[in-house]
């Protein structure tokens, strides 16, 4: 079965330095793999996705996800956290429902900035 | 612009009462989505929609079920509410574009049961 852990529930960055979110993924085939972000009362909002086209992925305000195959791994990077990047953020992999495609979701990390 | 709305942010209800949540999206996709959201838990899938009044269970679909009688609207409906299902109900929306296709979400109903 399909499905993606991300390793950290909590991350705490300081303003300006790099931020690095991880997840790894379970997958029998190459999978469809997406980062969303959630801001406070918002709802989620796509970052990226992985569709195998390059395994650098580059998202909205300035992430970027590498896919690695040979580590399972699709972690979520930024050069420089700004306080507006303080949100919970999902790993995310795509799945045949049967009728459609699904997403299986993990279970979140919530990315402090402080000042 | 997709937009995927939800007919309440706050919600409500006692234990028992029969609820309706409803979802309209505007951007003619033929699958939809209902989640729950709780913390620690991320989101997980009750039901989804292909089609008009095709439905498939998702992952938690005990307690709930589901409308799809307009291509654009999706209803989720707690036949008896009970306070275990006190949470965030997120509604999405998709298009057939295959594995890669992102789903769109609302903005979220918080329902408290009591």
């Known amino acids: 079965a399909q499905s993606v852990t991300q390793l950290d529930s909590h991350v705490s960055v300081s303003e300006g330095t790099p931020v690095l979110l991880r997840c790894n993924y379970s997958?029998?085939?190459?999978?469809?793999l997406f980062w969303y972000v959630q801001h406070p009362n918002k709802g989620l909002q796509l970052l990226l996705k992985?569709?195998?086209?390059?395994?650098l992925v580059k998202g909205i305000n300035g992430f970027e996800a590498e896919f690695k195959k040979s580590e399972t791994s699709f972690h979520l990077t930024k050069p420089s956290a700004h306080m507006s990047d303080a949100a919970e953020y999902f790993c995310v992999v795509s799945v045949w429902g049967g009728a459609t495609n699904k997403l299986i979701f993990g279970t979140g990390t919530l990315l402090a900035v402080q000042p | 612009d997709v937009k995927v709305t939800q007919s309440s942010r706050y919600l409500v209800k006692r234990t028992g009462e029969k609820v309706f949540l409803e979802c309209v999206q505007d951007?003619?996709?033929?699958?939809m989505f209902w989640y729950r959201q709780d913390p620690g838990l991320g989101l997980r899938l009750i039901y989804f929609s292909y089609d008009v009044k095709m439905k498939e269970k998702g992952d938690i679909p005990e307690g709930y079920s589901v409308s799809r009688e307009k291509k654009e609207r999706f209803s989720l409906i707690l036949e008896s509410a009970s306070t275990n299902q006190t949470s965030m109900y997120l509604c999405?929306?998709?298009?057939?574009?295959?594995?890669?296709?992102?789903?769109?979400f609302g903005p979220g109903t918080r329902l408290t049961v009591t």
């Open positions: 951007m003619d996709h033929e699958n």
């Open positions: 997958s029998s085939y190459s999978p469809s």
């Open positions: 999405a929306s998709s298009g057939d574009g295959g594995a890669s296709y992102e789903q769109y």
């Open positions: 992985y569709t195998s086209a390059a395994t």
